[in-house]
T-cell receptor
Framework: AQKITQTQPGMFVQEKEAVTLDCTYD???????LFWYKQPSSGEMIFLIY??????QNATEGRYSLNFQKARKSANLVISASQLGDSAMYFC?????????????FGPGTRLSVLP | DTGVSQDPRHKITKRGQNVTFRCDPI?????LYWYRQTLGQGPEFLTY????????KSRLLSDRFSAERPKGSFSTLEIQRTEQGDSAMYLC?????????????FGPGTRLLVL
């Protein structure tokens, strides 16, 4: 079974509009972490935002916010006021497991294209 | 620049040869991760270290792959008897784990092509 599901292989958004990238996850652990990364065409992975499973507030970092719905096991990324430079692959990832033997799993990614 | 660095950035080798990649993490980061990424896919976890101890190794990692972090600083990933299926981007990431959350910072990757 897929641990991380990103159902949108590609998304388009108009510049200056908001966009939501979907992510659902599967884990039986009570303690886990959820991450979003951006990978531009240049290839480097850039950390965007982190949400811990026990965090009650949704994480926010500038124009990025994470819509965390624990009961539904979803961790959608919301990008407000899209910019042309936001065009990239976006990966949702999960860290699960105890202190040792942790496992990081990445989803297949969503390619976001911002239109001028 | 004090980010994660990887060397070499590109490697072309013939099938059957051995290759070794190096990763220098962010200074004082205690955890170091290796991933493999093929075109159009998300990174696939290979292994990770906390200081010099290798704590987890993916079941997908064959015995041709070995990684070390001898002094808890830089790490090497060696692939013996390379196969064409090993062609991929090999990513290294480091983090400062404190028992709470951790954020991984990635290097630029080493792109391997096995002919």
């Amino acid at each position: 079974a897929q641990k991380i599901t990103q159902t949108q292989p590609g998304m388009f958004v108009q510049e200056k509009e908001a966009v939501t990238l979907d992510c659902t996850y599967d884990t039986s652990d009570q303690s886990y972490g959820l991450f979003w990364y951006k990978q531009p065409s240049s290839g480097e992975m850039i950390f965007l935002i982190y949400q811990g499973s026990y965090d009650e507030q949704n994480a926010t970092e500038g124009r990025y916010s994470l819509n965390f719905q624990k009961a539904r096991k979803s961790a959608n990324l919301v990008i407000s006021a899209s910019q042309l430079g936001d065009s990239a692959m976006y990966f949702c990832a999960m860290r699960e497991g105890k202190n040792y033997g942790q496992n990081f799993v990445f989803g297949p990614g969503t390619r976001l294209s911002v239109l001028p | 620049d004090t980010g994660v660095s990887q060397d070499p950035r590109h490697k072309i080798t013939k099938r059957g040869q051995n290759v070794t990649f190096r990763c220098d993490p962010i200074s004082e980061h205690n955890r170091l991760y290796w991933y493999r990424q093929t075109l159009g896919q998300g990174p696939e976890f290979l292994t990770y270290f906390q200081n010099e101890a290798q704590l987890e190794k993916s079941r997908l990692l064959s015995d041709r792959f070995s990684a070390e972090r001898p002094k808890g600083s830089f790490s090497t990933l060696e692939i013996q008897r390379t196969e064409q299926g090993d062609s991929a981007m090999y990513l290294c990431a480091s983090s400062h784990y404190t028992g709470m959350g951790e954020t991984q910072y990635f290097g630029p990757g080493t792109r391997l092509l096995v002919l």
